[in-house]
């Protein structure tokens, strides 16, 4: 699974397989994103997400920015993307279903779990070139993110999307997340968020 720029589910399918021919029939569906670890595995943090898939015209309008974003979160899925029976599908979510480990559980709302790109039309139009800038020019500066901000182990790191609220970021099979202090709606702000994540990561102790 990949998210669209606000957060939605992504999948990519072969008409070839019966989940296919499943959500052809019915869109309804569930994905269930769950944090794995040692012990019992009902003891740790998982959410439904419940929605109706819609098929990803090719060629359409969401086509290219679903393509890219899906295969910069998996990057082998480029060789066979492609195929004449393979197909992008976006869920249009309803609600979701917290399940925080025994007896911590909650119902939530779409907005609850989406991202408001609201007023951010400016700033999802600039992220395909700020992607591909911070990548080809700035790997330092992602690595100082995941490693020094968010703690995690040396990559090489990605990035591979970005929203207004922060950036996705991945080291083959290892994601992170990235928050900016303030909402980025336009690619000057989105710009000036980067740079001061940045600056933070290299004057952290």
Same mark, same amino acid.
């Given at each position: 699974m990949a998210t669209d720029v606000d957060g939605s589910p992504l999948i990519l399918t072969s008409r070839l397989s019966t989940h /296919?021919?499943? +959500? &052809?029939?019915?869109?309804?569906?569930?994905?269930?994103l769950a944090q794995t670890g040692k012990g019992d595995p009902l003891a740790h943090p998982r959410l439904t997400v419940l929605g109706t898939f819609a098929a990803v015209a090719r060629d359409s309008d969401d086509d290219a920015r679903v393509r890219r974003r899906f295969l910069a979160r998996h990057l082998k =899925? *480029?060789?066979?993307?492609?195929f004449g029976d393979f197909s992008f599908w976006r869920m249009a979510v309803v609600s979701a279903h917290l399940n925080g480990g025994f007896a911590r559980a909650a119902d939530l709302e779409a907005a609850d779990v +989406?991202?408001?790109?609201? @007023?951010? @039309? &400016?700033?999802v139009a600039a992220e395909e070139g700020a992607v591909a800038h911070m990548n080809a020019d700035h790997p330092d500066a992602i690595e100082l993110y995941a490693v020094d901000l968010l703690g995690e182990a040396e @990559?090489?790191?990605?990035?591979?999307?970005?929203?207004? *609220?922060?950036?996705?970021?991945?080291?083959?099979?290892? /994601?992170?997340?990235?928050?900016f202090k303030e909402r980025a709606t336009s690619s000057s702000a989105l710009r000036q968020a980067l740079?001061?994540? =940045? %600056?933070? =990561?290299? /004057? %952290?102790p």
């Open positions: /296919t021919a499943n +959500l &052809e029939a019915d869109g309804r569906a569930s994905v269930l =899925a *480029e060789l066979y993307a492609g +989406l991202t408001d790109i609201s @007023g951010a @039309g &400016e700033m @990559g090489p790191w990605r990035i591979s999307g970005l929203d207004p *609220e922060g950036a996705d970021l991945v080291a083959g099979d290892r /994601t992170a997340r990235l928050m740079v001061a994540l =940045a %600056k933070e =990561a290299r /004057t %952290k």
